[in-house]
């Protein structure tokens, strides 16, 4: 069973996200592990957040890339300890974010300017200007900001620090 | 458990009553931030219901709390049943409950219940982007026009009585059991009533003088508004008992 568990951890590993496709699971930092007892495999997802819509979509994704694998009593579980934050975000998944058109976050949740709530610059993921100015605290979905930049005229998402 | 219930109907509750704004926000950005709030709180209450579900046993679900209790069962605090009103109510309504939510789940992460305490920790986060809205909002209408200024003065003189029953512990609040448990709710009062005047400074608003205080949701006794919410919630369980969807 050794050779099944790296395959199962590289099937895991590539699931999309439903809401940004270009992220996996794992560069977005929700996957979590999985655990196996027989044939069944309980898949562990830290949520973003809390009532994040995108999750029931996850679950499905998880379920059906390991049903085209062979695998088919799987169970995902949504655990909320280690408690996700941006800062699970990987290189990678912070580079294909801003390839995506999508401002990363800027910092890290530990930042002292994070903790007063004081403002960031976000650098426009177009043109890189840091000429931008934030629209709205809630973008398309709860885990972005609308941003707009005031050299290229483009409004973006930004991926806000959670 | 019952503990854990008041917490979930509080979220739940407010959840619902800000989804009576999707598709009906003033602008479609607010409308979204709105449904956004929406979505955190109801995923608030679905890992509070799980967690009472567990704890009761006996094959509960996290679906038979909200869709099968009935008014007087329902713990939530009065302040969150009460209508959306126009844009300035519910602004001021959520204000004032992200007062109390935020500083009550900065308490909660040092429960010794440890569950209780991971789940304040995950959903602190979202209480603090919440706070943050709020707050702008307060201020921005507040602290603009002539008529934006009366419209949330209005909402806060009829609103602000349904907001120290946060602060008031209830029998259970101070049942001996819940202990380290539960959060000492007064314990929180002075914060959260700092951030609250501090914000209505900055907005202009007075603060008026409360003569009659609201309570009582937290022990069943509710305003005729939760019926109306609840029937909307239940119908379509009570019309099609059980169904999954
Ligand atoms: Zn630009």
Redesign the interface.
Same mark, same amino acid.
């Given at each position: 069973m050794v050779e099944n568990k790296s395959h199962i951890e590289e099937v895991l590993r590539n699931v999309t996200d439903p809401e940004i496709p270009v992220l996996t699971i794992q560069e977005l930092g929700i996957y979590q592990g999985f655990e196996s007892e027989g044939d069944k495999i309980t898949v562990l997802i830290t949520p973003t957040y809390t009532g994040c819509p995108a999750m029931d979509m996850i679950t499905v994704n998880v379920k059906s890339a390991m049903e085209d694998a062979g695998y088919k009593n799987v169970v995902v579980k949504l655990v909320l300890s280690p408690i996700w934050t941006t800062d699970m975000i990987s290189q990678e998944g912070h580079r294909k974010l801003k390839e995506y058109g999508i401002a990363p976050p800027v910092e890290k949740t530990t930042d002292s300017s994070f903790l007063s709530g004081e403002e960031k610059v976000v650098p426009c993921p177009q043109c890189e200007s840091k000429n931008t100015q934030l629209i709205s605290q809630f973008g398309s979905t709860a885990c972005k900001a609308l941003y707009k930049c005031n050299d290229c005229l483009e409004p973006f998402d930004y991926f806000k620090c959670y | 458990m019952k503990y854990v219930l008041q917490l979930a109907d509080n979220a739940m509750i407010l959840?619902q009553r800000l989804a009576e704004w999707c598709g009906h926000g003033p602008i479609l950005?607010q409308d !979204?931030?709105i449904t956004? !709030?929406s979505?955190?709180? !109801?995923?608030?209450a679905?890992?509070l219901y799980q967690y009472a579900a567990e704890i009761e046993g006996g094959g509960k679900t996290e679906d038979d709390y909200p869709y099968k209790r009935d008014v007087r069962d329902w713990r939530n605090l009065l302040l969150v049943e009460q209508p959306n009103g126009h844009f300035g109510y519910t602004i001021v309504r959520q204000f004032m409950f992200d007062c109390y939510h935020y500083f009550h789940l900065k308490a909660m992460a040092d429960s010794k219940d440890e569950r209780l305490a991971? !789940?304040a #920790? #995950?959903?602190i986060?979202?209480a603090t982007?919440h706070l #943050?809205?709020s707050s702008?909002w307060m201020i921005r209408l507040g602290d603009g026009t002539e008529e934006s200024r009366s419209k949330m003065q209005e909402a806060l003189d009829d609103r602000i009585r349904f907001f120290d029953e946060a602060f008031i512990p209830s029998k259970l609040e101070n049942d001996e059991s819940l202990k380290g448990i539960a959060v000492d709710c007064l314990s929180i009062r002075d914060a959260a009533w700092t951030k609250f005047t501090e914000v209505c400074n900055t907005a202009t608003l007075t603060i008026p003088e409360v003569k009659f205080p609201q309570k009582g949701g937290k022990d069943g006794m509710h305003t005729e508004h939760l019926g109306f919410i609840l029937a909307e919630l239940q119908f379509l369980q009570k019309s099609y008992p059980n169904s999954n969807w």
């Amino acid at each position: 069973m050794v050779e099944n568990k790296s395959h199962i951890e590289e099937v895991l590993r590539n699931v999309t996200d439903p809401e940004i496709p270009v992220l996996t699971i794992q560069e977005l930092g929700i996957y979590q592990g999985f655990e196996s007892e027989g044939d069944k495999i309980t898949v562990l997802i830290t949520p973003t957040y809390t009532g994040c819509p995108a999750m029931d979509m996850i679950t499905v994704n998880v379920k059906s890339a390991m049903e085209d694998a062979g695998y088919k009593n799987v169970v995902v579980k949504l655990v909320l300890s280690p408690i996700w934050t941006t800062d699970m975000i990987s290189q990678e998944g912070h580079r294909k974010l801003k390839e995506y058109g999508i401002a990363p976050p800027v910092e890290k949740t530990t930042d002292s300017s994070f903790l007063s709530g004081e403002e960031k610059v976000v650098p426009c993921p177009q043109c890189e200007s840091k000429n931008t100015q934030l629209i709205s605290q809630f973008g398309s979905t709860a885990c972005k900001a609308l941003y707009k930049c005031n050299d290229c005229l483009e409004p973006f998402d930004y991926f806000k620090c959670y | 458990m019952k503990y854990v219930l008041q917490l979930a109907d509080n979220a739940m509750i407010l959840g619902q009553r800000l989804a009576e704004w999707c598709g009906h926000g003033p602008i479609l950005e607010q409308d !979204i931030a709105i449904t956004n !709030i929406s979505l955190d709180l !109801i995923g608030e209450a679905r890992v509070l219901y799980q967690y009472a579900a567990e704890i009761e046993g006996g094959g509960k679900t996290e679906d038979d709390y909200p869709y099968k209790r009935d008014v007087r069962d329902w713990r939530n605090l009065l302040l969150v049943e009460q209508p959306n009103g126009h844009f300035g109510y519910t602004i001021v309504r959520q204000f004032m409950f992200d007062c109390y939510h935020y500083f009550h789940l900065k308490a909660m992460a040092d429960s010794k219940d440890e569950r209780l305490a991971v !789940i304040a #920790k #995950k959903t602190i986060k979202e209480a603090t982007y919440h706070l #943050k809205y709020s707050s702008e909002w307060m201020i921005r209408l507040g602290d603009g026009t002539e008529e934006s200024r009366s419209k949330m003065q209005e909402a806060l003189d009829d609103r602000i009585r349904f907001f120290d029953e946060a602060f008031i512990p209830s029998k259970l609040e101070n049942d001996e059991s819940l202990k380290g448990i539960a959060v000492d709710c007064l314990s929180i009062r002075d914060a959260a009533w700092t951030k609250f005047t501090e914000v209505c400074n900055t907005a202009t608003l007075t603060i008026p003088e409360v003569k009659f205080p609201q309570k009582g949701g937290k022990d069943g006794m509710h305003t005729e508004h939760l019926g109306f919410i609840l029937a909307e919630l239940q119908f379509l369980q009570k019309s099609y008992p059980n169904s999954n969807w």
